[in-house]
């Protein structure tokens, strides 16, 4: 953790000062291994769950930079001293191609220390696509998905998060269940790393943030209010995901998560286990 806060020097001194034996000293070695400072992307940085995702990232001591692509609204970050962390870098279909590095080189210079980040998603360690809020009557546009998916891929971008819907589907004739599905698929076909899908039922936003579903129309108020009662007599992965733990989860996977396996599909009880709620399975 010593070295996640900054403070390497400071309790390497005093280790030395008290004669702090070896066994410590390893475990501060060890955690300095793990927690280490990354720099992010994120797109978009407005909606309900861009907003709250981008908060969790600058207020996160080991995100270095948040990089913000599409629409953001500055004005729900005021006040907040660490939204010196947030660089803007306008539309998505506007981000120029990238310049090709090796996975290793994009891994250790997402993480803090190598030169000043470069542009657009160079040295980026983990980039977010978060459009659309995980609504499956509101998915993104296919264009702007697979912009933001090659523009990863040319980047080498060592993570990178796509949250969907567990309705996504490109199989069926729903609209929105189809283009998540179709989303999904141009992600994992352009993976050159270790991506995460995450795949909520219905995530429950609270307080000004319920605010911005006011927009849904009949059949999204009436899923919105069914589900929660209908998914007693369900499994497990159709639970309804609060607004405050996803983005949790989203952001402790990339922190604190290590993967085997290059493509994960994360549902309720996935993002449960990330947060330490195994109990509320």
């Known amino acids: 953790l010593a070295q996640a806060f900054g403070f390497n020097d400071f309790v390497s001194d005093i280790c030395c000062s008290l004669k702090v034996n070896s066994t410590f000293s390893t475990i501060i070695n060890m955690a300095s291994s793990v927690y280490r400072m990354y720099r992010s992307a994120i797109a978009s940085a407005s909606g309900v769950v861009g907003e709250a995702l981008t908060r969790q990232l600058i207020l996160s001591p080991l995100c270095s930079e948040v990089r913000a692509l599409g629409a953001i609204n500055r004005r729900e970050f005021e006040g907040l001293s660490a939204t010196k962390k947030i660089r803007e870098l306008g539309p998505i279909l506007d981000l120029p191609s990238q310049s090709p590095t090796t996975a290793s080189d994009a891994s250790e210079a997402g993480r803090l220390g190598s030169g000043d980040g470069g542009e657009g998603l160079s040295s980026v360690y983990a980039a977010f696509f978060v459009v659309g809020d995980g609504r499956w009557s509101t998915p993104a546009r296919l264009d702007e998905a697979k912009a933001f998916a090659e523009r990863c891929a040319e980047a080498k971008v060592p993570h990178v998060t796509l ?11 729903v609209e929105g269940a189809k283009m998540h599905g179709e989303i999904a698929e141009a992600f994992k076909s352009m993976n050159q790393g270790r991506l995460s899908i995450f795949k909520p039922s219905l995530i429950l936003p609270s307080g000004a943030a ?41 952001r402790l996977n990339v922190e604190l998560v290590a993967s085997q396996d290059p493509i994960e599909e994360l549902t309720f009880a996935d993002m449960m286990a990330i947060i330490g709620k195994e109990d509320t399975i």
Request: glycine fraction near 2%; charge should be negative.
């Open 163 to 173: 949250l969907s819907s567990l309705w996504s589907d490109g199989s069926l004739p």
């Open 210 to 250: 319920a605010a911005a579903l006011a927009d849904a129309d009949f059949p999204e108020k009436s899923f919105n209010t069914i589900l929660p009662i209908a998914r007693q007599f369900m499994p497990t992965t159709y639970r309804e995901v609060t607004l405050d733990d996803i983005v949790l989860a989203m």
